[in-house]
């Protein structure tokens, strides 16, 4: 009897251990976003993507609907090519969509978000969203702003 | 020259202690769990080692969060940026405090009873009587209480940080208004897994092994008397603090410090 008491609380210890571990993993650092296998992968070209990053959310009118998956640069025409993992039962993106780089808050994290146009046709795995508009740098903004007031 | 030689003398003494400690730390890694003989002793030390520290990490846990949910949230609230909350608490305890912390209540609740009871051990003869019908306390006391400080410490240090941010939880969303949402959805942009998580991880097993080793030692080589007992279980303390304090900087250094 000693024993098996002994035995539970063991392994009661063991559970809540592993469960912490699973809680850190998946709850604080957010690991489960990459297992998130009910998407599919659409493209937008961005002349500058400010300080967006693998991982960012995807939102329309407010709802994450997916996430950043890569961002890389065309050796081409020097774009940031970004690809999207969208969620799978968002499938009425329509092909005139917009997407926008956008800050949450003025100095917060930044995300991209889609407006959803009126065309008929929708973006299937694999497209590209042809309509973008990069992110906002502050710094940039301010450089032009102080311009303008030393003319 | 009487200077000379008590240095000369300390420092043989300290090494040949250091090479003591070593080879108690290779005996007992070598020394796995594979009977049911063996199985049972570290059952039994897990018990004592794991389970009765999970109290007081709980709860240390629980306060630490709070606090740097109050502290942060006062600070940030500042610079208009309280959304940050959620990442601040959740890298600190994660990174820091969760390994740190629980390995110094991990030294003063579970290190200081094994140095105790092995140095009482020792002082009644017990392990000298072991040797003599034939079974090495190096496996039979040290060796289960090795495994299970090494096993105990990544889950204590994963159960304090956890309870850390549902602590900060409490207080910055539940209390001060903040956001749920972006409690949560900060912290997760800002945790990285490999980064931050596997590396608290890998600290509280450095720590763990640490203060095991350090209390067990002590215990082994304490003076068999009253007196020395409650010397060796002060310097377990001590020493597992330091050693704790020192070798998170340098692990810090070596893990974020580019």
Redesign the interface.
């Known amino acids: 009897m000693q ?1 098996k008491h ?2 539970i ?2 392994g ?3 559970v ?3 469960f ?2 699973v ?3 998946i ?5 489960n ?1 990459d297992y998130n296998s009910d998407s599919y992968q659409l493209t937008a070209r961005f002349s500058n993507v400010g300080g967006l ?1 693998a ?3 995807a939102s329309s009118a407010g709802v994450t609907i997916g996430r950043v998956k890569t961002i890389h640069l065309d050796s081409d025409d020097y774009e940031a090519v970004v690809t999207l993992a969208i969620d799978a039962r968002v499938d009425f993106l329509t092909i005139d969509s917009i997407a926008a780089i956008q800050t ?2 003025v ?3 930044q995300y991209i978000s889609i407006s959803i146009g009126g065309d008929e046709e929708v973006l299937v795995d694999g497209d590209e969203i042809e309509d973008t508009a990069s992110a906002i740098v502050l710094e940039e903004l301010i450089g032009k702003v102080m311009a303008s007031f030393s003319k | 020259m009487d200077f000379f030689q008590q240095q000369g003398k300390n420092a043989i003494e300290n090494m040949r202690s250091l090479g003591r400690s070593a080879l108690i730390l290779w005996h007992a890694a070598l020394w796995l769990p594979v009977s049911v003989e063996r199985y ?1 002793l570290l ?2 030390q ?2 004592r080692v ?2 009765l520290s ?1 109290l007081i990490v709980a709860v240390s846990g629980l306060f630490i969060g709070m606090v740097l949910g109050l502290q942060g949230f006062n600070t940030l609230s500042r610079f208009g ?1 309280e ?1 940050a909350l959620g990442q601040m608490v ?1 890298l600190s305890l ?1 990174r820091e405090l969760g390994p740190v912390v629980t390995a110094l209540l991990f030294a003063g609740r579970a290190g200081s009873a094994l140095t105790a009871e092995i140095g009482l051990m020792k002082a009644t003869e017990q392990l000298a009587s072991m040797e003599m019908i034939g079974i090495d306390p190096l496996h039979r006391v040290v060796a289960p209480r090795l495994w299970a400080g090494f096993i ?1 410490m ?3 240090a ?2 304090f ?2 309870i850390g ?1 549902y602590g900060g939880q409490l207080v910055g969303v539940n209390l001060l208004g903040l956001d749920h949402g972006s409690y ?6 800002a ?3 490999y980064d ?2 596997v590396n ?2 890998i600290k509280s097993l450095v720590f763990g092994v640490l203060v095991t080793w350090i209390a067990v030692y002590q215990g082994y080589n304490a003076r068999p008397t009253a007196a020395g007992i409650g010397e060796s279980t002060t310097r377990t303390v001590v020493f597992s603090s330091l050693a704790v304090l020192g070798v998170d900087f340098l692990l810090t250094a070596v893990m974020f410090g580019d």
């Open positions: 024993a002994l035995e609380a063991v009661l210890f063991l809540v251990g592993f912490a571990f809680v850190i993993a709850q604080v650092s957010g690991l976003r990053q991982g960012a959310k949450a808050g100095l917060g994290e | 049972r059952l039994r897990l018990y794991g389970v999970l940026a959304q959740a994660v105990s990544p889950l204590l994963a159960v940080s956890v941010v949560w959805s900060n912290m997760q942009s945790v990285d897994f931050d998580v608290g991880i």
